[in-house]
């Protein structure tokens, strides 16, 4: 870990965010303070329209702050342009999404190897590094089946597969389980949780699941565009 | 490009869609094929002709006017001159052939040395030069029409008030792409009948072919032969057999201009067509490539994979179609078009290359909007869409 190991892997200061809606101001995040370090689990709740996305979306670069600054594994991404933050994204990021959002022509294998073509790895790098990403999720078996052959929890596993597979700092999951039955979902926490205690990935996810947030180091609450900080005991304690 | 794969499976992804894009530019690829094709075949001959070094005298005022047979000798004598021959057309009906396929009346002992690429056996040449009513056919149309040496064929005149009654003494062969569907014989026998029957088209020499030298003296000898007759009776205009064939092309209309313009049309609307087919098949995709920029795809890459995409379909729709227009000449019989000159139609090397460039240009074309429109996709609300 480089630039980030000594600050937090995520950092937000005064940052707050608003949409225009037919010229109407709609304030999401309001001066907002956060930091993850290096190693942490977050999982994000809240009502549904708090701003749990945006904040994803703020920390991933893929959209600005109407005011704050956002420092990322020590890179500000308010100074990048476009096409650098594209790039910085291919390079320190990995996406998690709740509709897995595979590439349905592609195989298991090249859904996972699509983020190494932006890379110089030769064909046998990739291969090797795709393959490592797939035993990882307990898929190398599945690796020429199409997304469509697979049940929704082996399609998360690629999805997080191919999340992995550039060795990212940073994992954003936005409801990783929110599209699967307790078992499935059960499978894919207990996959994050190995990737946050093994492979020491600095984990950000949004949940709505109760269940699947007492798998993360800690939970915060979001309300209304700001942070309540929840402890798990407490969480626990309550019920 | 380690992209390929991927762009191949999404040219797939939709195969109905793919294919009916693929085959109307295939279908129109085809006839923009053909009809340069006709043009450049035209030019391509013309341009081989010229390393023949022959030049073809017509009337001045056309092709339609006489050129008196006494000009051959002229000629004969001039500086530059190897050989002279009349070349009179004579468009007679066979059998019951609704075209007339090309007959020449010319002389024996010096055409095939005017028309050198033709190669006769010397016995069956022998032969024809002796047999006043004899004739030399090409291997093709002999071959077409099941004739062989000794047959004996009847031509019924249709612009000539005579019949000719002839004896095939030989076949020619000759190198690819040159015709192998001419009949050659001997003037005197036409010009006998012409007199008996006391027709004013006796005389009449109809063309003169003439070999120069060199290729290089062409320029000076037509001027010359120009010159030579310009205030006789019958003024000549002499060019290049490249500048006589366009004459032909010309004397269709304006077909070049016919033809660059049907192209544009044909080359517009399948611009509109692939393009339509491709801006659907990326809407349908809109949350992929959200998806695709999310994970790193810089507007660049993504637009230029559409591009691609769509060029990949246009090419090989329109490799389709040249091909098939190549193939299709290739083994068709095109006499019965009848048109004078083009009984040997192809489709020529360089008309494919235009073609299949043109191919990957209507597929540029057709991949711009949606590809810019792939670029600009914003990753948030493309994230957003529900599918
Ligand atoms: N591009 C946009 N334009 C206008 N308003 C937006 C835009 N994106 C988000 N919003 C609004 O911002 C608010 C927060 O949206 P966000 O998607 O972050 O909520 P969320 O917490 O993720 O909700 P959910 O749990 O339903 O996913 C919502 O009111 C939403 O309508
Ligand atoms: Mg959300």
């Known amino acids: 870990m480089p630039a980030g190991s000594e600050r937090a892997v995520v950092e937000l200061r005064g940052v707050s965010k608003e949409y225009m809606r037919d010229k109407i101001r709609v304030p999401v995040l309001s001066n907002t303070n956060l930091d993850i370090p290096h190693g942490d689990f977050v999982a994000v709740m809240g009502p549904s329209g708090s701003g749990k996305s945006t904040l994803l979306n703020l920390a991933a670069g893929l959209d600005r702050p109407t005011t704050g600054t956002v420092t990322v594994a020590g890179t500000e991404l308010n100074q ?8 910085w994204r291919s390079q320190h990021l990995g996406f998690i999404f709740q509709l897995y959002n595979l590439m349905p022509v592609l195989t298991a294998f090249e859904n996972v190897e699509l983020p190494l073509l932006l890379t110089s790895l030769s064909r046998r790098q990739r291969a090797e590094h795709v393959e490592t ?39 954003l999951a936005d409801e990783p389980t929110g ?26 996810m949004v949940t709505h699941d109760p269940r699947a947030a007492r798998r993360a180091r800690r939970m915060l609450h979001l309300e209304k565009g700001t942070f309540v900080e929840t402890e798990l005991d407490a969480l626990e304690a309550a019920g | 490009m380690k992209f390929l794969p991927y762009i191949l499976r999404n040219v797939q992804r939709n195969k109905l869609r793919s294919v009916f894009t693929g085959l109307s530019i295939a279908v129109s690829l085809f006839l923009v094929t053909v009809l340069y094709a006709y043009v450049n075949m035209q030019d391509e001959m013309g341009e081989g002709a010229l390393k023949y070094a022959r030049v073809v005298c017509t009337a001045k005022q056309g092709l339609t006017f006489p050129v008196p047979i006494a000009h051959v000798d002229k000629v004969k004598g001039m500086e530059g001159v190897k050989t002279v021959v009349p070349l009179a057309w004579f468009g007679g009906k066979y059998k019951d052939d609704k075209i007339p396929f090309a007959q020449f009346a010319t002389d024996p002992d010096h055409c095939f040395e005017v028309f050198a690429e033709f190669t006769v056996p010397p016995d069956q040449l022998s032969n024809f030069q002796k047999d006043r009513t004899g004739c030399i056919v090409g291997e093709k149309i002999a071959r077409k029409r099941q004739w062989k040496v000794g047959d004996k064929i009847v031509l019924k005149g249709d612009i000539y008030p005579v019949n000719l009654e002839l004896t095939i003494d030989g076949i020619y062969t000759g190198p690819a792409g040159s015709d192998l569907e001419m009949l050659f014989y001997d003037y005197t026998y036409l010009d006998e009948l012409l007199k008996q029957s006391r027709s004013q088209m006796a005389g009449n020499a109809g063309t003169m072919f003439i070999k120069a030298q060199t290729p290089e003296m062409m320029p000076d000898l037509m001027q010359r032969i120009n010159a030579r007759f310009a205030n006789s009776e019958a003024p000549v205009r002499a060019m290049t057999e490249q500048a006589f064939r366009q004459m032909f092309t010309e004397m269709l209309g304006n077909i ?3 033809i660059r313009n049907i192209a544009i049309i044909v080359v517009a609307a399948l611009v509109c067509v ?16 959200a998806v695709l920029k999310a994970i790193g795809f810089s507007r660049f890459i993504v637009l230029t994979l559409v591009l691609i995409e769509a060029i990949v379909i246009a090419v090989i729709g329109g490799f389709l179609g040249v091909m098939a227009a190549r193939l299709l000449f290739q083994f068709t019989d095109m006499s019965m078009i009848g048109i004078p000159g083009f009984s040997s139609f192809y489709v020529p090397v360089s008309t494919m290359l235009f073609s299949m460039l043109l191919a990957a240009a209507i597929g540029l074309a057709s991949g711009i909007i949606p590809a810019w429109r792939a670029a600009q996709v914003s990753v948030v609300d493309g994230l957003r869409k529900v599918v």
């Open chain 1, 179 to 204: 599209n699967l039955d307790a078992a499935a979902a059960q499978e894919i926490m207990d996959l994050l949780q190995q990737l946050n205690e093994e492979f020491e990935k600095t984990i950000v």
């Open chain 1, 133 to 171: 990403a797939l035993r990882i999720v307990g898929l190398q078996e599945r690796m020429d089946h199409f997304p469509r052959q697979l049940s929704g929890g082996q399609e998360q596993r690629v999805a997080i597969a191919r999340a992995l597979v550039n060795d990212p700092v940073l994992l």
């Open chain 1, 80 to 87: 990048l342009s476009e096409s650098k933050l594209t790039r």
């Open chain 2, 256 to 258: 070049r201009v016919f």
């Open chain 2, 274 to 289: 692939a393009g339509n087919a491709m801006a659907m098949s990326l809407r349908e995709r809109t949350r992929e490539v």
